[in-house]
């Protein structure tokens, strides 16, 4: 079952605790060489336990809801997935400084609002990235679809530019 698959799958089921089905099931976690390449971040407001991708992780067991919380710095963003991730990506949007990773689904109204008329650049992944479950180990198989990074703030785009990832970088609005 691909990550996609799996994340569809797990929509459907409900859990019992104080945490929501959707802040917990959706576990797929950055690789490291992906997070290795993009420099070192200040947030992460949506993360998991265990897995370092910032200075400051917030994750449902310890912080409760990243989105209702003060974010700062430059910020990494691996949303969860599906709807929901229409309003982290506004949040990063609006705040102006990091870089996000999601799936390549360039047609949706979400990506026409959240990157293409307001991120400062893009990086299309070559390759499918395999992501990591929260055990750390890598997943069977790869995600399923094309994945995209995304810059907010020129500091960011020109990190992405300059990165190792293999890719297509695409600078857009004022970024040259
Ligand atoms: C796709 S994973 C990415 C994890 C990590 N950011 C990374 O890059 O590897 C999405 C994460 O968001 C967390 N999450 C979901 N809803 C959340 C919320 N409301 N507040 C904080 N974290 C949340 C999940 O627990 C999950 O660990």
Request: charged share 20%; with cysteine; net charge neutral.
């Amino acid at each position: 079952m691909s990550a996609v698959e799996e994340i569809q799958a797990a929509k459907g089921r409900s859990m019992g605790s104080h945490q929501s089905a959707a802040m917990i099931t959706d576990r797929w976690l950055t690789p490291r060489h992906v997070l290795d390449a993009m420099g070192e971040f200040d947030l992460d407001p949506c993360g998991a336990p265990g897995w370092s991708t910032a200075k400051t992780v917030y994750t449902p067991e310890t912080h409760g809801d990243g989105l209702t919380l003060q974010w700062h710095g430059r910020v990494w963003l691996n949303p969860p997935y599906g709807k929901q991730a229409t309003i982290w990506m506004r949040r990063l949007a609006d705040h102006g400084n990091g870089t996000a990773l999601i799936f390549a689904r360039t047609e949706t109204r979400m990506f026409f609002e959240t990157v293409w008329n307001r991120a400062s650049a893009v990086l299309f992944l070559e390759g499918r990235l395999t992501f990591v479950r929260p055990d750390g180990t890598p997943a069977k198989a790869n995600g399923g679809a094309p994945s995209v990074l995304i810059a907010y703030g020129e500091s960011d785009a020109l990190k992405l530019k300059h990165c190792s990832i293999p890719g297509q970088f695409i600078p857009l609005g004022m970024v040259a």
